[in-house]
């Protein structure tokens, strides 16, 4: 499975970006999918994650703001990202797990894209 990120760019706090995930490959509908980002001199944490049938889970921070969503037709999974703060200026990516259970762990996810720049300025 190869994953693509994109979608991401310069935003003012409080505005918006989608994040976009493309994967290859027939199995997609199967494979849970998560968010993660890593800030600058800080470790990889979980954003968001949905199951295959559709199940969803957030990080606390950002619960309320993000949806994570999912398009099996398009082999693709979005993180729309509503009132951006400073703070969640990182490198996001994507990644895929072909057991599905959406996990918080990103030692449970096999397949990761490379990851697309996010940055608010204040």
């Known amino acids: 499975v190869q994953l693509q990120a994109s979608g991401g760019g310069l935003v003012q706090a409080g505005g918006s970006l989608r994040l976009s995930c493309a994967a290859s490959?027939?199995?997609?509908?199967?494979?849970?999918m998560g968010w993660f980002r890593q800030a600058p001199g800080k470790e990889r944490e979980f954003v968001a994650a949905?199951?295959?049938?559709?199940?969803?889970y957030y990080a606390d921070s950002v619960k309320g703001r993000f949806t994570i969503s999912r398009d099996d037709a398009k082999n693709t999974v979005y993180l729309q990202m509503n009132s951006l703060k400073p703070e969640n200026t990182a490198l996001y990516y994507c990644?895929?797990?072909?057991?599905?259970?959406?996990?918080?762990?990103?030692?449970?996810?096999?397949?990761w894209g490379q990851g697309t720049l996010v940055t608010v300025s204040s």
């Open positions: 949905i199951t295959w049938g559709g199940v969803t």
């Open positions: 990644a895929a797990d072909k057991y599905g259970s959406g996990s918080v762990r990103a030692g449970m996810y096999q397949y």
């Open positions: 490959g027939r199995a997609f509908s199967t494979y849970a």
